[in-house]
């Protein structure tokens, strides 16, 4: 079966840069959510799409932003790359929300120098 | 807003003997969802067991049950017969009905001993 794809799997940037994320939902699915995980802490929700649309912000700094395609993939953009920023990056994908669950991607080890 | 709190942040239990680890979360809703995920070393979170709240029967996935309390508003997660590739981190998790996101728990690290 699909499962959610992200790339890349790692990414090294240094202080201030910009980097690109990138997820593609399992087919069908109709809502996409992005969440950042720091070492030795619980998924944070950054923000979701639903039906190419913004749906719900969490707490995703100004300096990120993202957007979902016409063909459902979505991107996360962040700039002014900052050393706190270093995480994984987990995109997730549902139909219907919780009614059928959530499916995670590999995610993306950012790691800012 | 919702929360989810894991009381236990470290567990360990010997292979082949049962585990159990507590989850509480806060919600005024009526109908949601609960979710138990694994994250093993790889990183990957992996879904392990899902609960509708409107569903009174405690949801069972081979060696992984629940006791899903709903007036106490506690999720439990019961591991059977412990492997060693049960070692893990596990986030209760909880999302409301329709397109919302999961809110997850601090974890627990749990720990199989051979």
């Known amino acids: 079966a699909a499962g959610v794809i992200q790339s890349p799997r790692h990414l090294i940037k240094e202080k201030r840069e910009t980097a690109t994320l990138k997820c593609y939902p399992i087919?069908?699915?109709?809502?996409v959510y992005w969440y950042q995980q720091g070492p030795g802490q619980d998924p944070q929700f950054l923000i979701s799409?639903?039906?190419?649309?913004?749906?719900d912000k969490g707490s995703i700094p100004d300096r990120f932003s993202a957007q979902q395609f016409s063909d459902y993939h979505s991107e996360l953009n962040m700039s002014s790359l900052e050393l706190g920023d270093s995480a994984l990056y987990f995109c997730?994908?549902?139909?219907?929300?919780?009614?059928?669950?959530?499916?995670f991607g590999s995610g993306t080890r950012l790691t800012v120098v | 807003a919702q929360t989810v709190t894991q009381s236990q942040p470290e567990m360990s239990v010997q292979e082949a003997e049962t585990v159990t680890l507590s989850c509480t979360y806060d919600?005024?809703?009526?109908?949601?969802?609960l979710f138990w995920y694994k994250q093993p070393p790889s990183r990957q979170m992996i879904l392990v067991i899902r609960?509708?709240?409107?569903?009174?029967q405690n949801a069972t996935e081979n060696r992984f049950s629940v006791n899903f309390q709903k007036a106490a508003k506690s999720f439990s997660l019961k591991i059977s017969d412990s492997q060693l590739g049960d070692t893990a981190m596990y986030f209760c998790?909880?999302?409301?009905?329709?397109?919302?996101?999961?809110?997850f728990g601090k974890g627990t690290r749990l720990s199989v001993i051979a």
């Open positions: 997730a994908s549902s139909f219907q929300g919780g009614y059928y669950g959530y499916t």
């Open positions: 087919p069908r699915h109709d809502t």
């Open positions: 799409f639903y039906e190419k649309m913004q749906s």
């Open positions: 919600t005024s809703e009526n109908n949601y969802y």
């Open positions: 609960q509708e709240a409107y569903k009174q």
């Open positions: 998790a909880f999302s409301n009905s329709g397109n919302t996101p999961l809110v």
